[in-house]
């Protein structure tokens, strides 16, 4: 709350404190009256809305990532998206960046998606690192693989977890899956490979043959192209 970089409220609270105060001191004193007084106020609410403008804070330039990352993958984009990227990236399926960037490449050969819309984030700061979990709308290309796949709409939830870098930039050293259309999830269901979609019968968490229902599996793959972004 009271940091004044991450929001101006504050210091614009003290401009209005300082209103108050001069006119109470030209009221009493009218005699010492003068000018600039007027200026007190109008100057801390200019530094207020100067450091809110101004100076990127780590919430910001997080939440910057996420959003870039969102239009990468609504594009099609994996060079953006690669930028965003940690050199020592790994999660739980992908072990590099590189394995990460081949994936991307494959599945967002568009036409993928039309739209994602972020319905809401939570960020957890400790520098140097921090966590982001956030939910998006995923609307796929009504030709796309996954519309024809899966369906056309998914509910992905997703968890980032970013390493300040000494440019005081904010890379993403992991992504995981967290949920699909409130399913839990993760990376390693995508392992599957593509045929298991065909000819699977949806059901409960698993068949007796060991292979996971149709729903699960495209639902992965297809939170997992979310996170290429």
């Known amino acids: 709350m009271w940091d004044f970089f991450e929001q101006p409220w504050t210091l614009l609270a003290a401009a209005v404190l300082v209103l108050f105060g001069v006119l109470t001191f030209r009221s009493i004193w009218s005699e010492k009256r003068r000018w600039w007084q007027w200026l007190l106020p ?14 990127a804070t780590d919430l910001e330039k997080i939440n910057g990532i996420i959003t870039t990352a969102i239009r990468a993958a609504e594009q099609e984009d994996c060079v ?35 739209q994602i819309r972020k319905l809401d984030t939570i960020v957890e700061i400790s520098p140097p ?56 999830v993760s990376w390693r269901v995508a392992k599957k490979p593509a045929g298991s979609f065909h000819g699977a019968r949806s059901g409960g968490a698993g068949r007796r043959d060991g292979r996971l229902p149709v729903h699960r599996i495209v639902a992965v793959t297809i939170e997992n192209e979310a996170g290429q972004g």
């Not at 081949?102 to 036409?111: W, Y």
């Not at 870098?165 to 699909?180: C, G």
Request: charged share 25%; hydrophobic share 45%.
């Open 129 to 184: 690192r921090a966590t982001a979990t956030f939910t998006m709308l995923m609307k796929f290309d009504k030709d796309s693989y996954w519309a024809n796949a899966y369906k056309q709409y998914a509910l992905v939830k997703m968890q980032l977890y970013l390493r300040k870098q000494p440019d005081k930039t904010w890379l993403v050293q992991r992504a995981e899956v967290l949920e699909v259309d409130k399913t839990s």
């Open 80 to 114: 953006t998206s690669a930028r965003l990227i940690a050199p020592d990236y790994a999660d739980s399926y992908h072990k590099s960046k590189q394995a990460l960037m081949i994936r991307c490449r494959d599945r967002l050969a568009p036409p993928a998606i039309e």
């Open 42 to 55: 109008l100057g801390v609410a200019a530094l207020a809305l100067g450091l809110d403008l101004g100076v």
